[in-house]
Structures are given as C-alpha cells and as structure tokens.
C-alpha cells in the first residue's frame, strides 16, 4: 500500500533541516525555509543555485528532511525524499509570501543590501522540489 501521509509531520513547521549526502556518503544539515501547495506530495525549497548542498544534490538527490528549530535542531524524525531542480519561482515566491509574509520581505531586502555592500552579484537562485520516497524504494536501494 502506498504512503499516503508524505510530508504531512512538517504542517506545523516553519523550518526544515534539509541532509544532502557528501561523495564519502557523510551527511550535511542546512536548515531552511520550505513551503508546499499540498504537503502529502511535495515541499519545495529556494536557495542559491551555487550553494554547497545544490552541489550535491546534483550528484545524489537523495535527502532526508525533518522540522526543526530555525538554528537547525531537528523536532522529529527525518524523512527520506528525492530532490530535483524545478522552474516554480512564481509559485513558490507566493507560497513564500503567503506563509513567511514580512520575514521574507525583510530577509531579501538585507540580502540584496549586503551583497551591494559587498559589491557581489545577488547569484542565481533555484526552487527545489522534493518528494517523499516510498519505503519500497528505500529496500531496493538498500538491497
């Protein structure tokens, strides 16, 4: 039977540790803002198109994401997921707004400032999709 609860233990959160898995198959942690438009299927994450954890996702998009505090302490288990670079910058800026509203208003406002201060491009940024993987998925690959 297939999982129907997805990403439904994150509904309540404001934050998400996102673990991407380094080549020598350590982990890395990044807590980060998320938002979805249906939590059972997808969350999605925008971040800057040259961060470390875009790296290696490149190479393996296999994640694990869980609530956490907004310094990255995790709140409940992980959940494994597969991620992907997608184009929904819209629909991902309004789900942004929706949820962060003012937050988000600020944040970027003081990122375009210390990157003028810096005299450095703001970069590319890119939305992340990720989808929870299904349990049989997980045993094969195990396997």
Request: aromatic content about 8%; some cysteine.
């Given at each position: 039977m297939?999982?129907t609860?997805?990403?439904?233990?994150?509904?309540?959160?404001?934050y998400?540790?996102?673990?991407?898995?380094?080549?020598d198959?350590?982990?890395?942690?990044?807590?980060?803002?998320?938002?979805?438009d249906?939590?059972?299927?997808?969350?999605?994450?925008?971040?800057?198109a040259?961060?470390?954890k875009?790296?290696?996702i490149?190479?393996?998009p296999?994640?694990?994401?869980?609530?956490?505090?907004a310094t990255?302490?995790?709140?409940?288990?992980?959940?494994d997921?597969t991620?992907?670079?997608?184009d929904?910058?819209?629909?991902?800026?309004r789900?942004?707004a929706?949820?962060?509203?003012?937050?988000?208003?600020?944040?970027?406002?003081?990122?375009?400032?210390?990157?003028?201060?810096?005299r450095?491009p703001?970069?590319?940024?890119?939305v992340?999709?990720?989808?929870?993987?299904r349990?049989?998925?997980?045993?094969?690959?195990a396997a």
């Amino acid at each position: 039977m297939a999982d129907t609860t997805g990403f439904t233990t994150l509904e309540s959160a404001r934050y998400l540790a996102i673990t991407t898995f380094r080549c020598d198959g350590t982990e890395a942690s990044t807590p980060v803002w998320f938002v979805s438009d249906d939590l059972r299927r997808h969350v999605f994450v925008a971040t800057g198109a040259d961060t470390w954890k875009v790296r290696r996702i490149r190479l393996n998009p296999h994640v694990r994401v869980a609530p956490c505090t907004a310094t990255g302490k995790p709140t409940a288990e992980p959940i494994d997921g597969t991620a992907r670079i997608v184009d929904d910058a819209e629909l991902v800026g309004r789900l942004q707004a929706e949820k962060y509203g003012w937050q988000k208003w600020l944040i970027e406002r003081a990122f375009i400032l210390s990157m003028k201060l810096r005299r450095k491009p703001t970069g590319e940024s890119i939305v992340l999709e990720i989808v929870p993987r299904r349990h049989d998925e997980l045993v094969v690959r195990a396997a």
